[in-house]
């Protein structure tokens, strides 16, 4: 387990030297019942726990907000106190809330809490509880401002506040050992596995993204923040000078991510089924030489926020050129429901960052079998063809191995498809399509012919914009 430091030493670890500044606290209005003896629920005792928690820690309340920079990147940032009440929420912390909310959505930074809370207050009731809709609300209005928020889970991230402001984060970071988790320790089963509550834990079930250890924090943290916010120049077009790493507003232009040049061989199949042994051999570079190929560097983004993920899907944000931008490649294997809702989250949130977005298409197909079906495959498949759909920022899609039905088409651009010399696109392998029309095992070649599924015949149908060469070249 991480050792558990204050909101100020933890902001000290994080920020860059002398960079924060606290936000002014909000007054409340001076005829609210919270100001009355023991708040307002008069739960005797609550005035001296509070006293005895602020003599402990120097904080009068259990969140400290303000700004600083992060290697470079100014951001708003919301450090819980654990050591005040445990960090619970009460309805200062609600106001102190709302108000770096505001202030962050007013100068357009984005927010990054830095959680450790138990969940609401009790001394305060269900006006404890109804913060939480407080802050979710801020959150969705930021979002709707189109500014990123980060969360880092700290120990322990429990109750309201992992279901609010950690698990409602566009990015969730956690430190090693973290207790995570809606239920606090204290109101588990009996019999539940601790495991379970536990931030690797969280990230394996695809509802946080990475496990970061506090010492590498800072640069991680500030790379996504650099990332995400523009400041690698991810909303310019390349005509476009260089802005403050802030975010940027949402009118600003995208331009496309250029498409990436064909890491394999350059010759073009000469009919289908070498079009497809090509495309399935294990020779050929996979999505993990085309990323390492296409960025400087790039963080990955992990998890359905629905139980799952999935390997065979690469997500993320990169740098490429200066600028900014989001990926989502298959990795060539049959793509799970899971790794079909990451990308949909991926693209949703490139979209209202307006940060253009690179898709790499590789797998024989969704996988089929019945766990598959259970977790909502065709669902899962519609909500990727939706987000892809409805994409305001522009998506540059390359087949680079195989294009398995609508497994594949679901990641691909309309009308900004290209392709790379050792792949196929089908609407169904040519095994299957010669089983389904009951042909013998020696047709399913010329079966391949008749799908005119190689790259060059993608083009003549209009499929696909072109060929990529490996020199970059497009082939029209």
């Not at 909101?7 to 001076?30: G, I, K, Y």
């Not at 990230?203 to 690698?232: F, H």
Request: charged share 20%.
């Amino acid at each position: 387990m991480t050792e558990r430091l204050s909101a100020r030493a933890f902001l000290a670890l994080v920020a860059d030297e002398s960079t924060f500044t606290e936000l002014p606290h909000p007054t409340r209005d001076s005829g609210a019942k919270e100001a009355e003896p023991d708040g307002p629920l008069a739960w005797r005792g609550y005035d001296a726990s509070r006293a005895r928690a602020a003599e402990h820690t120097g904080e009068q309340e259990s969140v400290v907000c303000g700004t600083a920079t992060v290697t470079g990147t100014r951001a708003v940032l919301l450090a819980f106190e654990f050591g005040f009440l445990g960090g619970s929420l009460g309805e200062r912390t609600g106001d102190r809330l709302e108000s770096a909310y505001a202030y962050a959505r007013a100068h357009r930074l984005p927010v990054v809490p830095l959680v450790a809370t138990g969940g609401s207050r009790m001394q305060e009731g269900m006006l404890a509880l109804t913060q939480l809709q407080r802050v979710a609300r801020q959150s969705a209005l930021t979002r709707e401002a189109g500014l990123p928020q980060i969360a880092v889970l700290r120990d322990p991230t429990t109750g309201g506040g992992w279901a609010t402001l950690g698990a409602g984060a566009d990015v969730v970071l956690a430190l090693p050992g973290a207790q995570v988790g809606f239920a606090g320790s204290r109101v588990r089963p009996p019999d539940a596995d601790p495991a379970a509550y536990r931030a690797e834990a969280q990230v394996a079930a695809g509802a946080a993204d990475a496990v970061v250890p506090l010492a590498d924090l800072r640069v991680t943290l500030g790379r996504w923040l650099r990332l995400l916010t523009g400041g690698a120049g991810s909303l310019r077009a390349p005509s476009e000078p260089a802005t403050a790493p802030t975010a940027p507003g949402p009118t600003a232009p995208v331009a496309a991510a250029p498409v990436p040049a064909a890491l394999g061989a350059g010759d073009l199949p000469g009919t289908g089924w070498a079009a497809v042994r090509r495309a399935r051999s294990t020779e050929r570079p996979r999505a993990q030489a085309y990323l390492d190929a296409y960025f400087t560097h790039r963080v990955p983004l992990s998890g359905d926020r629905c139980g799952g993920t999935d390997r065979g899907m690469l997500c993320g944000f990169g740098e490429r050129d200066g600028r900014t931008v989001a990926y989502a490649a298959q990795a060539g294997t049959a793509t799970r429901p899971a790794g079909y809702r990451t990308a949909a989250r991926l693209i949703r949130l490139a979209d209202r960052l307006r940060i253009p977005v690179l898709t790499l298409v590789d797998t024989p197909g969704a996988a089929n079998d019945a766990e598959a079906e259970r977790q909502g495959a065709g669902a899962a498949i519609a909500e990727l063809f939706g987000a892809v759909a409805a994409a305001r920022t522009p998506v540059t899609t390359l087949v680079i191995g195989e294009g398995g039905s609508g497994g594949a088409l679901a990641l691909a651009a309309p009308d900004n498809t290209w392709a790379t010399p050792d792949s196929y696109f089908s609407v169904i392998a040519p095994e299957l399509a010669a089983a389904i029309l009951k042909r013998p095992a020696d047709q399913v070649e010329a079966t391949a012919d008749q799908l005119r599924i190689r790259p060059q015949d993608l083009v003549e149908l209009g499929v696909i914009r072109g060929v990529v060469e490996p020199a970059a070249r497009p082939r029209p």
